[in-house]
């Protein structure tokens, strides 16, 4: 699997009331979700983002709330992967559990820039920037969250083993 | 080599002897918990896995605290909807209002924690219940539905940051300055993935009600949990709520920790956490002249009774400034008719305090006091973030029950010691 893209790049610590703000948390619908998404740190986000870009930020990405509309905006808002130093841990869970491809690479989360032109391959885990000609590889998940992701989240998962 | 306290739970909780930082484990769970905004996403998920029934309908706690009593059309929905699958599913611990309190208040009052433990809520303060010496953690809506339908979790074993406490806090400061001061000195990820673990003789002078306002707060550093050493006080409290059997873990003396840190609680001053993240701590005496709109003493973090009677005892006989609004929400019905009984609602009310029935609302800019551009709230609640509260040009300043009630009387920020 492959995503391509061009990187829009956030600083440390978005949290998830930036990523979707509550008051747009009465509803569950992901489309109405994703309009909204970012809307409090980048108003211009939704205007901006085409499918298959690449979200950039720091340390500790998705701090916060455990709110799971979070991810689920940002999937659907058309990013194919987010590159972070870090990742809180409940948002990354989340991600994971959505099938949203994360991946943690502090010298990429460092180097890009916004706007450059990103491939990753997830198979091997490296980041490819095309704009700057130079690649990073990020930490590779361990084999249960690899069954996690292939299985397209933690329902496929379940569903899959259950049947077992 | 040993374990520690949480590294014990879960090695129990997943039928191991033995466990080590790092390892990914599937643990069986004692509660699942899930609110008015998270739960109609599970729901959802829970219903793509196609099984017909929850792992065990008295295990399973649904508290719609969020948005309730619902602010508008779209939350009366979604609490409708949540509602309607605890019937369906025969969930014995749904919340209807006039029984709900705000969900970290409401389960260790109603006796749904104990010691030993291990808990998943889909809501990020679920970390709360680590001060009854229990394992508990957020997750989100899709861990919830696995966790409804197979009574399982997948975790990944954290290690742990040991602090240890020892002196006796000063008068008007608690438990949610001593969170405050941690989170300011090891940041908002200080303890990114990793456990809290508090022990030390300092423990045995802070109420469960402080060590409930601190583990709550361990997910603003980044933990995974936060954990107290179970005591009399504890057993104590369990024994009062619960009737569930609880299991006491203590961390083996040679138990390995990544960080370990020693807190004089005596030297601990009022804190406060300026915007926009909860690690930008200053003491009350750096603070300087900040002017504020509007006080919110309430939430999972401060709510409880101890809060409401500190409140009280800086409120008595004086009045909220002219220029700022006093919102006091007991977090549950229970802390509610007490504060009445003791006679709390007579000294906020003639202060000019407004009080609430139990919500989350303003914590979350949900409803019940929304700050309009500029605004700034001193807060007992736990985040600060940008838009936190309401508009996204807002201010919200975390602080204790004491530090709010004061700032409230003086119209800006003001330790309780001024008034």
């Known amino acids: 699997m492959r995503a391509n893209g061009k990187a829009i790049k956030y600083g440390n610590n978005v949290d998830t009331d930036v990523i979707i703000p509550a008051r747009y948390l009465n509803t569950s619908d992901p489309a109405e979700l994703a309009s909204h998404c970012m809307e409090d740190l980048d108003k211009d986000f939704i205007k901006k983002v085409k499918n298959g870009d690449v979200m950039v930020a720091g340390k500790n990405f998705g701090c916060g709330s455990s709110r799971e509309h979070a991810p689920i905006a940002i999937k659907v808002s058309g990013i194919s992967c987010i590159i972070a130093e870090t990742f809180a841990r409940i948002f990354y869970r989340n991600a994971i559990n959505i099938g949203l491809p994360i991946i943690e690479c502090r010298e990429a989360a460092v180097d890009i820039s916004d706007g450059d032109s990103i491939s990753i391959d997830f198979d091997s885990g490296v980041i490819t920037n095309n704009t700057k000609n130079k690649t990073y590889s990020g930490v590779p998940f361990p084999e249960f969250m690899q069954q996690l992701i292939s299985a397209d989240g933690l329902v496929g998962y379940i569903k899959k083993n259950m049947t077992k | ?419």
């Open chain 2, 1 to 419: 080599m040993g374990m520690t306290m949480t590294q014990k739970i879960l090695a129990d909780h997943a039928g191991l002897e033995n466990v080590k930082a790092g390892q990914l484990i599937k643990a069986k769970l004692d509660l699942v918990l899930g609110n008015d905004i998270t739960t109609p996403v599970a729901v959802k998920e829970f219903r793509k896995i196609g099984v017909s029934k929850v792992f065990d309908k008295n295990k399973i706690a649904i508290v719609p605290d969020h948005f309730t009593p619902n602010k508008d059309i779209k939350s009366a929905e979604q609490v409708k909807f949540i509602k309607e699958f605890a019937r369906e599913m025969g969930i014995v611990n749904y919340f209807e209002i006039g029984q709900m309190g705000v969900e970290h208040a409401l389960l260790p009052e109603k006796g749904l924690v104990v010691a030993g433990d291990v808990v998943i809520g889909a809501d990020s303060h679920t970390c709360t219940y680590g001060a009854l010496g229990a394992f508990s953690t957020g997750i989100g809506s899709t861990d919830m539905a696995a966790g409804m339908a197979t009574g399982e979790a997948w975790f990944k074993v954290p290690e742990a940051i040991k602090f240890v406490l020892k002196g006796k806090l000063r008068k008007w400061v608690s438990g949610k300055d001593v969170i405050l001061h941690i989170i300011g000195m090891i940041g908002v990820d200080g303890a990114l993935y990793k456990s809290m673990e508090f022990t030390g003789e300092g423990l045995s002078r802070l109420s469960m009600d402080d060590r409930l306002s601190m583990a709550n707060m361990a997910i603003e550093a980044g933990g995974k949990n936060g954990i107290f050493d179970v005591d009399e006080k504890t057993l104590e409290y369990i024994k009062e709520h619960s009737t569930k059997p609880y299991k006491i873990y203590k961390a083996d003396s040679d138990a390995e920790y990544s960080e370990a840190y020693e807190i004089d609680l005596s030297e601990i001053k009022s804190t406060v956490a300026f915007p926009h993240l909860p690690e930008n701590t200053r003491t009350i005496d750096k603070v300087g002249n900040v002017a504020i709109d509007q006080v919110v003493i309430g939430s999972c973090t401060n709510g409880r009774i101890e809060d409401m009677r500190v409140a009280a005892a800086i409120l008595k006989g004086r009045k909220v400034h002219p220029k700022v609004r006093c919102i006091i929400i007991p977090a549950t019905q229970k802390i509610w008719k007490q504060s009445m009984n003791e006679g709390l609602f007579d000294i906020f009310v003639d202060s000019g305090a407004a009080v609430s029935t139990p919500t989350c609302g303003p914590c979350l800019g949900g409803h019940m006091g929304i700050l309009a551009k500029g605004e700034r709230a001193v807060a007992t609640t736990n985040r600060n973030f940008v838009g936190r509260m309401g508009h996204p040009e807002s201010e919200v300043y975390l602080a204790s029950p004491a530090v709010a009630a004061a700032s409230a009387i003086a119209g800006r920020i003001a330790s309780p010691d001024e008034i």
